[in-house]
């Protein structure tokens, strides 16, 4: 088994760069090595062109690359999963059909300032030695350090595009998503409201459905209709806790601080052409 950790900052906020993350196709390709061929359709419980998709998924029919040009290609048929949202950031996870090769990597995003943000990359591989370690060039150990520093390094180094203060941008970013026992989940999700400046938590279930406002990393208001009765008020969230009923439950980020700085500067930008605009 190898494991690579490495730090980065990013010039980009926090909600952008989870967004980012959440994407598995835009991210499969910036670690170099996987190749999405097919979907896991929810409907008909196969595997499916994305065209053929009935909803979303995050399962997937890839095909694992490893070699140059130069040397020989091997290739191998085998499944990824994610994003999978976590308390602490996101993560995706693989292997090969033949059960030789798998792996697991996790990003944790923490805000460092306005439009900044320190992204934690942990990667955990295990993998038989075989061909494949002379086709790739590398020992089992040096794996994980190899996507890390060859290939998502370079990408935000290049070619992710920073955060600009002058956009304005107020999408939602999934945060945190789970499904099972409501009171089981609440619990989870609640660990990550800390760094979230401005949010939601929605609720969707059987016979529970909601909202719960966040703000400064703390709720600020509970509106959820459970068995056609509100809860709210200071007895919300001990009540939650105690609801057995199945939920999928999903907090959201909204950064709204840069958003207002935006239309700040929108502003300002507008009174200094005008006063410049001859007369």
Do not use: C
């Amino acid at each position: 088994m190898g494991s690579y950790t490495h730090e980065i900052t990013v010039p980009a906020s926090k909600e952008r760069i989870l967004r980012w993350l959440s994407d598995p196709f835009l991210l499969s390709g910036v670690f170099g090595h996987v190749s999405i061929l097919q979907v896991f359709d929810p409907k008909s419980q196969k595997y499916v062109t994305p065209s053929s998709l009935s909803g979303y998924s995050t399962k997937f029919k890839v095909i694992y690359i490893f070699g140059t040009p130069e040397s020989k290609v091997y290739t191998n048929i085998g499944e990824m999963k994610g994003p999978l949202y976590t308390p602490s950031g996101i993560a995706y996870e693989g292997n090969t059909s033949d059960g030789k090769l798998k792996w697991n990597i996790n990003f944790e995003v923490r805000s460092v300032r306005t439009l900044e943000s320190l992204v934690r990359i942990s990667v955990i591989s295990e993998y038989e030695i075989s061909a494949f370690d002379r086709f790739f060039g590398k020992t089992p150990f040096a794996l994980p350090e190899h996507i890390v520093k060859d290939h998502i390094v370079p990408y935000v180094k290049y070619y992710f595009k920073p955060s600009d203060a002058s956009q304005l941008d107020i999408t939602p970013t999934v945060v945190y998503s789970d499904e099972g026992s409501l009171s089981d989940i609440i619990a989870k999700v609640l660990k990550g409201i800390s760094e979230v400046h401005y949010g939601v938590i929605t609720i969707e279930g059987e016979g529970v459905n909601g909202k719960i406002l966040i703000k400064n990393g703390r709720i600020e208001r509970i509106n959820v209709n459970y068995n056609e009765s509100l809860i709210s008020g200071q007895d919300a969230l001990l009540q939650l806790l105690s609801i057995p009923n199945t939920a999928k439950v999903t907090l959201y980020s909204l950064d709204l601080d840069n958003a207002v700085m935006a239309m700040l500067e929108r502003v300002q930008s507008k009174k200094t052409v005008n006063n410049t605009a001859p007369m």
